[in-house]
């Protein structure tokens, strides 16, 4: 089955002259596999993400995450599908300052009725398989860069999502952070997890099954990793 599949997707903002962020673009995105998209500035990219991550809908064609029909959610079940079946990761960490890490982690399941004990322990339990068992009680500005980032991962994972979206998860890392924070999205892979990663780095891109190359609001092409080249 598909975790995300995109039909004939088209979206269009209208300031003055309606631009076309995407325009035509049919994707299926298989449940397990890695992806990674690229494409220059503009191209559409993190409205790809956007619509993917149930942020926002289309202006036209369909975008099924997870079995449902975005457009066809309300804005409350849109909020539950993004909170349960999406996690994300950003190039920013976007943690919340005032909160530590364990804390940071724990959030995404405020929303799900688990109680604090529970929340506390999955959270250390994520943290842990970060390689961050050490650090619960840091707060963000005491952890470094890549520390952020994996925390930021643990949370992107807390709730178990189906999907995990990446938006330049590692513009902000050195190589050698950044190579660890691939080799855990590998991992994740590995054990099930539906791995979406935007990337302008090539050979943050070659990690994945396959890339997607968006080129003016389009899919360019499809070059999967293991051989072969298919268009979109
Ligand atoms: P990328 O992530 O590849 O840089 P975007 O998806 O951000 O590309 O943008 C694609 C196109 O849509 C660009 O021309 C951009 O200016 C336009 N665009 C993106 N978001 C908005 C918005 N909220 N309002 C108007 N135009 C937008
Ligand atoms: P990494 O290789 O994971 O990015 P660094 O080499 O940058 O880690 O940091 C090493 C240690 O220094 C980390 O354990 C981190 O907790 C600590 N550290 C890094 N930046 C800061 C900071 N701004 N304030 C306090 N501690 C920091």
Redesign the pocket.
């Known amino acids: 089955g598909s975790a995300v599949t995109l039909e004939n997707v088209r979206k269009t903002y209208q300031l003055g002259e309606p631009v076309h962020a995407l325009d035509g673009v049919s994707l299926e995105i298989p449940r397990g596999s890695y992806t990674a998209i690229m494409g220059p500035s503009g191209s559409g990219k993190s409205t790809l993400m956007n619509l993917v991550g149930c942020l926002d809908t289309p202006t036209e064609g369909t975008v099924v995450v997870d079995g449902a029909d975005v457009a066809q959610l309300s804005d409350r079940e849109r909020t539950r599908l993004r909170g349960t079946t999406v996690g994300f990761v950003f190039q920013t960490f976007n943690l919340m300052p005032r909160l530590n890490a364990l804390e940071n982690v724990a959030l995404p399941q405020l929303f799900q009725g688990i109680d604090r004990g529970e929340r506390h322990e999955r959270a250390r339990e994520l943290l842990e398989r970060v390689g961050l068992g050490d650090?619960t009680d840091?707060m963000p500005?005491?952890?470094?860069?890549?520390?952020r980032q994996r925390v930021a991962l643990a949370r992107a994972l807390v709730n178990d999502p189906a999907i995990v979206l990446a938006d330049e998860p590692s513009g902000n890392l050195?190589t050698?952070?950044e190579s660890d924070v691939l080799d855990l999205f590998a991992e994740f892979h590995d054990a099930g997890t539906t791995m979406v990663v935007v990337t302008h780095e090539r050979h943050v891109a070659e990690r994945a099954e396959r890339i997607v190359h968006v080129l003016d609001g389009q899919l360019e092409r499809i070059e999967s990793l293991d051989g072969g080249e298919s268009t979109a």
Do not use: I
């Not at 500005?141 to 520390?147: C, K, P």
């Open positions: 650090r840091h500005n005491e952890l470094s860069g890549g520390q050195d050698e952070t």
